[in-house]
């Protein structure tokens, strides 16, 4: 089956500091591979996404690059701040010929951005 | 506004007491699903529906009943609550295409639920 690996954390950097979170996936299929945030007290949001190899998602400085020969993608921004702090999912969708738009979560990583 | 709307946001209930929590979502979506997550095992799918009175198990799905009379509306029933239950839900829904393996889910704000 799908299964989604992921740096659990807590993970706690300066503003200001370079971000990189690790994600590593299986899938039967040609997986479409997604970066959700979770601010504190709201539900989950697209961050970015990358439907096929060597796409490069990125969106509000983050960005993941789906690397097929690594099954990887890790998510990285060059600068975090404090706004930043949430807890990110790395999640994979297959369809695999059939009819469930099913994601498969990571664990969830927990960011904290200190000022 | 689009959006996926969640009702209640937070419930404490006892075992055994009949709940349901209500998702609605306004962009005519056709296809709808629920997850929960806990702590250390992220989301996991309980149930989805790909339209109206077509429902199909998820990965975690005892102990929960689904409906979807209407395209906008995928409520989640459970009809004895036990503690294993508690858990933060979410209801996410996407366009549904036959031609497209991926669209885009929005999720509601999530519903806390304690069984007591």
């Known amino acids: 089956g799908n299964s989604v690996t992921q740096m659990e954390g807590p993970v706690t950097l300066s503003e200001e500091a370079f971000l990189t979170i690790n994600c590593t996936y299986t899938?039967?299929?040609?997986?479409?591979l997604f970066w959700y945030v979770q601010y504190p007290g709201e539900g989950l949001q697209l961050l970015l996404k990358a439907t096929k190899a060597d796409d490069k998602g990125s969106n509000k400085g983050f960005e993941a690059t789906y690397r097929k020969e690594t099954t990887s993608f890790h998510l990285e921004k060059g600068s975090v701040q404090v706004s930043d702090s949430a807890v990110y999912f790395c999640?994979?969708?297959?369809?695999?010929?059939?009819?469930?738009?099913?994601?498969?979560f990571g664990k969830g990583t927990l960011l904290t951005v200190n000022p | 506004e689009a959006q996926v709307t969640q009702n209640p946001r937070y419930l404490i209930t006892v075992t055994g007491k009949k709940l349901t929590v209500t998702c609605s979502q306004n962009m005519n979506h056709e296809y709808m699903s629920w997850y929960r997550q806990d702590p250390g095992l992220g989301l996991r799918q309980i149930y989805y529906?790909?339209?109206?009175?077509?429902?199909d198990k998820g990965d975690v799905p005892e102990g929960y009943k689904v409906s979807r009379k209407e395209k906008r509306n995928f409520p989640l029933i459970l009809e004895s609550p036990s503690p294993n239950q508690t858990s933060l839900y979410f209801c996410?829904?996407?366009?549904?295409?036959?031609?497209?393996?991926?669209?885009?889910?929005?999720f509601g704000p999530g519903t806390r639920l304690t069984v007591l």
């Open positions: 899938a039967t299929g040609y997986p479409s």
């Open positions: 999640a994979l969708s297959d369809l695999g010929g059939g009819s469930n738009y099913k994601l498969t």
């Open positions: 529906s790909m339209n109206v009175e077509v429902t």
């Open positions: 996410a829904s996407s366009l549904y295409s036959v031609s497209s393996s991926y669209n885009e889910q929005f």
